[in-house]
C-alpha cells in the first residue's frame, strides 16, 4: 500500500504542526499494533487518527482491515465506505470491501463492487463469473467465462468454473456443444477430444465418444490416454483384438497412472476369464509389467487363478501382493486358506498365530490356526485356539458350525469321545436349523 497521500515527512510551519505531529505518531502507532495483531489497539489509535483529521482516506481502510480481522464486518464496511466515497477509483480500498462482502455472503454487493474492479485485473472478471454463479445467474456467468477463453485461452480454473455451471443446470447440450466448437477450433489439442470423449460416454451416447476416439488415434497415432477409452469400446463392439491392443498400451504406458492401470487390468482379467483362449495375451502382459505390479493387480491375478482351480499360482500373486501390504486382512484371509488347501499346514499355523496378534477378534483365525492343527495332530493347540475364538463368534450359525466340528475332530484326536460326540450334535443341531 502506498501512503503518499500522508506527507509525514513535510515540516509543518504553522500553529496546526502539533496536529500533524500526533496524527503521525497515532498512524504509525495503529500500523505497529497491526502488525504484532494487537488490532483492537490499532483500531484506538486510528479513530484518534480520524478525530485530528477525517480527511485521510487511508485512515478509514486501516480501520476496515482491522474490523475485518477483529470479524467485526459492519464496522469494516462502514471505514471502507468512507474510503471509497472520498476516492473511488481506488483498487486497495475496493478489494477490502469486496473481501468484507464475501466474508458476509454479500453476493449482491459483492458483484457491484467487483464490477468496480474489473478494470483493473483479468481476476476479477473471473471472480465475477463465480459470483452470478452464486447468485444463479448462469447465462451472466458463461458470457464472462466465453470472453476470457476468447481473450486468454481456456484453463483449468475457467472449465472448472464452466463444469460447475453446466451440473448445476443440467445442460450437457451445451457443455458439450462448446467441447466440439474447441475441438475444431484446435484439432490438435488432445485434451480437448478426450474431454469431449468423456462427455459423450457420460451422456451415453457411446456411438460417438467411440468415434470421437478414433478420429483422436489418427491425428495422434501416438497418443496412449485414448486407449484408456478405447479398449471399453473395442469390447463392446466385439472386437477382441483391438481391445487387447488398447489394454496392453495402456498398461505398458509410463504416463498412465497406476490406479487407472489396476482399473484396466481387472477388466483385461475378467474378459480374458471369460474368454479363455485369450489366456495367452493375459500372459504375456504380466510378464511385460512384471516390475510394475500394484498389490490391486497382483491380488486380480490371485482371484483369477483361483477361478481357473489353479490354486498354487493364485498362492503366488497372493503372497507377493502380501509382501506389499503386509496387514491386508482380506489378503491374510485368501494366503492362509489357500495354504491349508495346499496341506501346508505348519506355514498356516505360523502364519494364523502371528496375524491373530494383529487382529485378536477375527474368529476366521482360531477357526483356521484349529484345522491347521488339527491336520498337524495337536489336538490340545486346536482345542485351545477353537475354544478361544469360538467367543467372537457373533450371529454367524455356519461359522459357529465349523468351530463345533473341529473341536469334535479335536477331542477325538485327543481320546475324550463324550465331548467329541456332544460337539458333533452342536453342529449338526446348527445345520439343520440353516436348512
Not at 467441447?179 to 451416447?205: F, M
Request: charged share 30%.
Amino acid at each position: 500500500m502506498n501512503y503518499a497521500q500522508v506527507d509525514f515527512n513535510k515540516r509543518p510551519n504553522d500553529d496546526l504542526g502539533d496536529v500533524e505531529d500526533m496524527f503521525q505518531e497515532n498512524f504509525f502507532e495503529a500500523l505497529k499494533q497491526s502488525g504484532i495483531e494487537n488490532h483492537q489497539r490499532a483500531i484506538d489509535a486510528l479513530l484518534k487518527c480520524e478525530k485530528l483529521d477525517n480527511s485521510k482516506t487511508v485512515v478509514y481502510y486501516e480501520l476496515g482491515k482491522n474490523y475485518i480481522a477483529l470479524k467485526n464486518f459492519g464496522a469494516a464496511e462502514d471505514a471502507l465506505k468512507k474510503a471509497t466515497s472520498k476516492e473511488p477509483e481506488n483498487e486497495w480500498y475496493l478489494d477490502q470491501l469486496y473481501e468484507v462482502y464475501n466474508l458476509q455472503n454479500d453476493t449482491d454487493k459483492a458483484i457491484k463492487t467487483v464490477k468496480q474492479l474489473v478494470k483493473y485485473h483479468p481476476d476479477y472478471r473471473q471472480d465475477l463469473a463465480s459470483l452470478y454463479i452464486k447468485a444463479k445467474k448462469y447465462k451472466d456467468a458463461l458470457k464472462i467465462l466465453d470472453d476470457l477463453d476468447a481473450e486468454f485461452g481456456v484453463n483449468q480454473d475457467r472449465d472448472y468454473l464452466r463444469n460447475e455451471i453446466y451440473n448445476l443446470t443440467g445442460n450437457d447440450d451445451d457443455r458439450i456443444e462448446n467441447l466440439e466448437e474447441r475441438v475444431k477450433a484446435n484439432p490438435g489439442n488432445e485434451t480437448n477430444y478426450l474431454n469431449l470423449i468423456y462427455r459423450y460416454s457420460e451422456t451415453g451416447d457411446t456411438k460417438k465418444a467411440f468415434e470421437t476416439a478414433k478420429e483422436l488415434l489418427k491425428i495422434h497415432p501416438e497418443s496412449r490416454l485414448v486407449h484408456l477409452a478405447l479398449y471399453k469400446f473395442y469390447l463392446d463392439a466385439n472386437e477382441p483384438k483391438n481391445a487387447i491392443l488398447s489394454m496392453k498400451t495402456v498398461l505398458q504406458s509410463p504416463e498412465i497412472n497406476p490406479d487407472a492401470k489396476a482399473k484396466v487390468f481387472n477388466d483385461f482379467v475378467n474378459f480374458v476369464s471369460k474368454n479363455p483362449e485369450y489366456e495367452k495375451d493375459l500372459i504375456e502382459i504380466t510378464a511385460l509389467i512384471d516390475t510394475d505390479k500394484s498389490t490391486k493387480t497382483l491380488t486380480e491375478l490371485g482371484q483369477y487363478y483361483l477361478k481357473l482351480n489353479d490354486k498354487p499360482k493364485a498362492l503366488q500373486y497372493f503372497e507377493e501382493a502380501l509382501k506389499q501390504d503386509t496387514k491386508n486382512f482380506a489378503i491374510i484371509k485368501d494366503v492362509l486358506l489357500l495354504q491349508l488347501d495346499l496341506n501346508m499346514d505348519d506355514k498356516v499355523v505360523a502364519k494364523s498365530k502371528e496375524t491373530i496378534e494383529l487382529f485378536p477378534a477375527q474368529p476366521i483365525l482360531y477357526l483356521i490356526n484349529g484345522v491347521a492343527n488339527n491336520k498337524l495332530k495337536q489336538p490340545k493347540k486346536a482345542i485351545e485356539s477353537l475354544e478361544t475364538g469360538l467367543d467372537y463368534v457373533i450371529d454367524d450359525a455356519k461359522m459357529e458350525a465349523d468351530f463345533y466340528t473341529q473341536l469334535s475332530l479335536a477331542h477325538k484326536l485327543n481320546n475324550n469321545i463324550t465331548k467329541s460326540e456332544a460337539f458333533t450334535k452342536k453342529a449338526e443341531a446348527l445345520i439343520k436349523q440353516q436348512q
